[in-house]
């Protein structure tokens, strides 16, 4: 029992003493992660179109009859 703690509190010091290295990297306006690069502006695209997802879901479960309506769901910020 004792072994499994001290293995156990070892590995612990590891985890929080020893750096990583980064799972990221910017280069200029380009995020690279592990084998996926994407730029600011792309990123930005991803993100209005899964807002605009959310409002629709969103309306399907408020049972709004139309997309018109859906100036009375309140704003996504």
């Known amino acids: 029992m004792d072994w499994i703690f001290n293995t156990w509190l070892y ?3 590891i985890q929080y003493t020893m750096t990583a290295s980064p799972a ?3 280069l200029n306006d380009q995020l ?3 084998q996926i690069c994407i730029t600011i502006n792309g990123l930005s695209d991803i993100v209005y ?3 605009n997802k959310v ?3 969103l309306g399907q479960l ?3 009859k ?3 309506d859906l100036t009375s769901v309140p704003a996504i910020i």
Do not use: A, K, N, T
Request: charged fraction near 25%; hydrophobic fraction near 50%.
């Open 49 to 51: 179109v899964l807002v």
């Open 24 to 26: 990221s990297d910017w």
């Open 62 to 64: 408020l049972m709004l």
């Open 55 to 57: 409002r629709v879901v």
């Open 66 to 68: 139309d997309d018109g």
């Open 32 to 34: 690279s992660y592990q």
């Open 11 to 13: 590995g612990l010091r």
